[in-house]
């Protein structure tokens, strides 16, 4: 009995030394293929001043809130437009819009707005002749308010049924980007 | 003297078994003190292999009826007494005079898990050998969910974890060979890394039987263990091979073990593979699943006052997940639940597994120890290591996809000294000290922030069991006390990253009483009460960020407190009535702090849309049911059984149903079995359905979408045995989901994408030679 209790004595002066251990301190993960803002172009075709939404959630998932910028577009007016990505956790920022590019025939942009007239028309193609939705062509008719949903959607269906002309209910895939922003033609 | 005794039995047609299955054998015998002769009433006596069991009668005297004509091991046990443990053959044993040594060097004390049946174990909570190897291509979950009041909760075929009496994950331990699994047990997708094939035998504990035992559940705990070996100096062994329809899966399993002078050995190995799961309409793209396992056990033989046993184990698996399940926000879950059929639904059948997968790895060492100190008392010592890992592939951008999206790697240092002795009068005291060192890491090539984070932690256990029989009652009594020091190192999700620190201290305490009261022979009456506390586990406080195999942003609670449970249970096992048994479990648990993960009213903007928020939060909650088993033999040659299980969580502070409940289900099944039939031995021929009712204890605001109608699937098993020169061969059929019905359940998570298996049919052989 004795040898038994000296053995627990052992014991919990391990014990003791064991648990005065700290936790080494955790590696923190590279997040290169974080997505932290995107920025989207429109030139006016005909010339005139260039309008720049976007988006940027600096610290990614959660923590602080994303800030967003917007704008506001001409009435009857054609954009030639182009879509950013970046990752600007690293330095210099990463341009993730490359990535987009190269797996073309695995993404898509989908545009989408709640203001009559306006329209977005695709000017790029991938590998396989269907588009990708990195560069558009955004035309406004009457002048109103609402709002322009842009979307990248990861390994979409592009052969789908109506995809190809940017209607996304066919779509399928893994949501990359979902982002809105509220705009005015003017 | 028996003789007549025992005469008088079989003219009155008693048949007085806790659990049967079809043949029409039965072995009958006295229990008696060796040296006195004196009678032993209420001896628990049960058969290895298939889990029948009985207890002698207030003469000593016992029957197991409804047995096949083979080999059995049989065992008795006694408080006080040695175990007895023979093999023999059913026909020739009908008048056995089973002579019980008092105490000495082979006894296990409250060792109540070791063999046999003890107090607080139900019948039915049992897993036998038998099961185990026709099941062979089931995981460890899905054969447990052939007990009553078990379910398993799924995230498609290849993952799924038990649900015993509403408790699952964090609140249910699993012992793998007695030591507490250290894996990542709090993920609903994640299955417990245990071979149930490497382990021969896998119980329910309950009360004060689980207390023994390490592990921060709210009372119950699963103990997946391996058979003790054979002595034999001749090699023994198992083959067995299955082939499934569904999945075109096939398996294999090997066992073989033989005995020296001063040591036994066994090995036991097995490999399994199958592809894409079918639906009733549709392949289920990605849904394949490989698996290798090894386990080595090495004991020692004959050793006077001091034997040892090693255990290594190593299980290794692959498993794909439905590749429509992988989604990538809100929006993304609200269209695939508008689907019938889920995205990237292949036309074709693949063994091919990409992402979304998971590998895991969990590798078990073990030595375990005794020494008798005299001749009513022993130490024990044991110390395990385990090693974790597993990893979780998505799809992802810029060829990532063979980087895991998670990465976590899991060491484990377990050690237990045991002493066990005889006190007061006669009751027998079991004590112990247990020591759990846990250190969990993330790999940084994850490249995204870690959901779990990384921590060590300190756990030491002190507990004591007393345990003793008296005439017709059975009393155990016992408790626990657990301290555990957290550290914690997380990573922040505002810039820039930093570390951020947590040390915790818990004390957790457990406390148990469990009777058992021979009313007769027949009839046993089990009541028990509980209290557990549970500390909170790391995801729960510290869960920080998007969980992308549940589409939702989960939020841990720092400052969580312990959750703290009764429990009170009644049962009655009975066989009174002539060629039926049933027995009947009641329970009630109230859970004050229980922690759940509640969705919130408000969604997250991320740069990826909206994600719904759930956060970690408690309330007091209670879960109570009804666990019914029924066996009614109709003859000799037929048997029909009925499981029903009923059970409500609901949580009372906000009056509103708890999630992630089993259905209410019934299960019933027809058995037809001959002795001899051309050939073959031992034909028996089942036909079994299963009703599972709608989870309608559900508010629709819970969900997402409602939970999924009520179904009824109808099975077939036919199975034969055939005696070779050396040992024998079983083989059988099965045919599960006959009519090939669709249907979803409640807790399979994949039920938000696709339906859940459609008909598969199982042809399999082993031989024991």
């Given at each position: 009995m004795k040898q038994i209790l000296k053995l627990i004595g052992l014991y919990l002066i391990a014990l003791?030394?064991?648990?005065?251990?700290?936790?080494?301190?955790?590696?923190?993960?590279?997040?290169?293929?974080?997505?932290?803002?995107?920025?989207?172009?429109?030139?006016?075709?005909?010339?005139?001043?260039?309008?720049?939404?976007?988006?940027?959630?600096?610290?990614?998932?959660?923590?602080?809130?994303?800030?967003?910028?917007?704008?506001?577009l001409q009435s009857n007016t054609s954009y030639s437009c182009e879509i950013q990505l970046l990752n600007e956790l690293e330095t210099p920022a990463e341009d993730i819009t490359k990535e987009v590019k190269e797996e073309g025939d695995e993404h898509q942009f989908f545009y989408s707005s709640n203001i009559g007239g306006l329209s977005v028309i695709y000017s790029d193609k991938d590998e396989n002749n269907n588009p990708i939705g990195i560069a558009t062509q955004l035309t406004t008719l009457d002048a109103g308010s609402g709002s322009l949903k842009i979307i990248l959607r990861h390994e979409p269906d592009k052969f789908g049924e109506g995809v190809a002309a940017g209607d996304i209910s066919n779509a399928g895939g893994e949501t990359d980007i979902e982002v809105t922003f509220d705009i005015d033609v003017l | 003297m028996y003789y007549r005794f025992f005469l008088l039995y079989i003219i009155l047609g008693i048949t007085r078994t806790g659990w049967s299955q079809e043949c029409n054998h039965f072995i009958s015998g006295v229990v008696i003190e060796a040296q006195s002769g004196k009678k032993v009433p209420f001896a628990s006596v049960f058969i290895e292999e298939t889990g029948q069991g009985t207890v002698s009668n207030e003469e000593g005297a016992f029957i197991i009826s409804h047995l096949c004509n083979t080999q059995i091991q049989l065992t008795v046990s006694y408080l006080g007494y040695q175990t007895y443990k023979d093999k023999l053959e059913v026909a020739a044993n009908k008048d056995l005079v089973i002579k019980l040594q008092p105490i000495n060097q082979e006894l296990d004390g409250v060792d109540v898990s070791a063999r046999g049946i003890s107090a607080s174990d139900r019948y039915t909570q049992l897993v036998s050998k038998q099961q185990i190897s026709d099941g062979a291509d089931k995981n460890l979950a899905n054969m447990l969910e052939t007990l009553t009041g078990v379910s398993a909760l799924k995230n498609g075929g290849g993952i799924s974890k038990p649900v015993v009496q509403g408790l699952y994950g964090n609140r249910l331990t699993i012992l793998n060979n007695g030591i507490p699994q250290s894996g990542q047990q709090w993920g609903n997708d994640h299955s417990p890394e245990i071979d149930p094939l490497v382990a021969n035998r896998i119980k329910v504990l309950g009360g004060v039987e689980a207390i023994q035992y390490m592990g921060n559940s709210l009372g119950t705990k699963v103990l997946i263990e391996p058979e003790s070996l054979k002595k034999d100096k001749i090699l023994s062994g198992q083959a067995g091979y299955y082939f499934e329809s569904n999945g075109l899966g096939n398996g294999t399993n090997l066992q073989l073990q033989q005995s020296a002078e001063k040591y036994a050995w066994k090995i036991n190995g097995t490999l399994k593979k199958r592809g894409d799961q079918k639906a009733a309409n549709y392949y289920l793209t990605n849904t394949g699943v490989e698996e290798a396992n090894v386990a080595f056990q090495l004991e020692s033989v004959g050793g006077d006052r001091w034997n040892?046993?090693?255990?290594?184990?190593?299980?290794?698996?692959?498993?794909?997940?439905?590749?429509?399940?992988?989604?990538?926000?809100?929006?993304?879950?609200?269209?695939?639940?508008?689907?019938?059929?889920?995205?990237?639904?292949?036309?074709?059948?693949?063994?091919?597994?990409?992402?979304?997968?998971?590998?895991?790895?969990?590798?078990?060492?073990?030595?375990?120890?005794?020494?008798?100190?005299?001749?009513?008392?022993?130490?024990?010592?044991?110390?395990?290591?385990?090693?974790?890992?597993?990893?979780?592939?998505d799809v992802r951008k810029g060829g990532r996809s063979n980087t895991p999206a998670m990465n976590i790697t899991q060491l484990s240092q377990y050690l237990e000294a045991i002493y066990a002795t005889k006190v007061f009068d006669n009751w027998r005291l079991k004590s112990g000290l247990q020591f759990q060192y846990i250190d969990n890491i993330n790999d940084a090539e994850t490249g995204i922030l870690p959901l779990i984070p990384d921590y060590n932690s300190f756990e030491t256990g002190l507990f004591s069991g007393l345990k003793r029989h008296v005439s017709r009652w059975q009393i155990e009594i016992g408790g626990r006390y657990d301290y555990k020091i957290q550290n914690v190192?997380?990573?922040?999700?505002?810039?820039?990253?930093?570390?951020?620190?947590?040390?915790?201290?818990?004390?957790?305490?457990?406390?148990?009483?469990?009777?058992?009261?021979?009313?007769?022979?027949?009839?046993?009456?089990?009541?028990?009460?509980?209290?557990?506390?549970?500390?909170?586990?790391?995801?729960?406080?510290?869960?920080?960020?998007?969980?992308?195999?549940?589409?939702?942003?989960?939020?841990?609670?720092?400052?969580?407190?312990?959750?703290?449970?009764?429990?009170g249970n009644l049962a009655m096992h009975t066989s009174a009535v002539n060629k039926l048994q049933l027995e009947v479990a009641t329970y009630y648990q109230y859970i004050h702090n229980y922690i759940y993960l509640n969705p919130q009213d408000e969604v997250r903007l991320t740069i990826r849309g909206a994600f719904p928020v759930f956060k970690y939060e408690q309330t007091d909650a209670h879960i109570f049911g009804v666990d019914f088993t029924g066996h009614y033999h109709l003859s000799e040659k037929f048997k029909f059984s009925a499981q029903y299980s009923y059970l409500r969580g609901h949580d009372l502070t906000n009056d509103l149903p708890l999630i992630n409940m089993p259905s209410n289900n019934l299960k019933t099944s027809f058995r037809y079995h001959q002795e001899e039939f051309v050939f073959a031995k031992n034909v028996s021929f089942e036909i079994h359905q299963q009703y599972v009712f709608k989870q309608d204890h559900l508010l629709p605001e819970q969900d997402y979408v409602s939970p999924p109608d009520a179904y009824h699937l109808i099975g077939l098993k036919l199975s034969a045995e055939n005696a070779l020169k050396h040992g024998s061969i079983r083989y059988y059929l099965k045919v599960e989901n006959l009519f090939n019905v669709a249907y979803r359940d409640y807790l399979n998570r994949m039920r938000y994408f696709a339906d859940d298996l459609g008909r598969n049919v199982v042809l399999g052989a082993s031989v024991s030679f």
């Open positions: 003791i030394g064991f648990s005065s251990c700290e936790k080494d301190d955790p590696k923190i993960p590279n997040e290169e293929e974080l997505i932290t803002t995107l920025i989207y172009t429109l030139e006016p075709v005909g010339g005139g001043e260039k309008v720049v939404l976007s988006f940027k959630d600096l610290d990614g998932d959660g923590g602080d809130d994303p800030v967003i910028t917007t704008g506001a | 040892w046993s090693t255990y290594i184990s190593s299980f290794n698996s692959q498993i794909g997940v439905l590749r429509g399940s992988h989604i990538g926000n809100l929006t993304d879950l609200q269209e695939a639940l508008k689907r019938d059929e889920p995205f990237y639904t292949k036309d074709h059948f693949s063994y091919s597994i990409e992402a979304p997968r998971q590998t895991v790895n969990h590798h078990l060492g073990k030595f375990k120890s005794r020494l008798y100190v005299n001749d009513s008392a022993w130490f024990g010592f044991v110390y395990a290591i385990q090693f974790n890992k597993r990893k979780e592939y190192a997380a990573i922040s999700n505002t810039l820039p990253r930093e570390v951020i620190r947590y040390n915790n201290h818990f004390n957790n305490v457990k406390l148990g009483l469990d009777t058992r009261y021979f009313w007769t022979s027949d009839t046993q009456l089990l009541a028990g009460i509980n209290f557990s506390s549970r500390s909170p586990e790391v995801n729960e406080l510290y869960s920080n960020g998007l969980h992308q195999g549940v589409g939702g942003i989960e939020e841990g609670d720092p400052a969580l407190n312990q959750e703290k449970a009764f429990k």
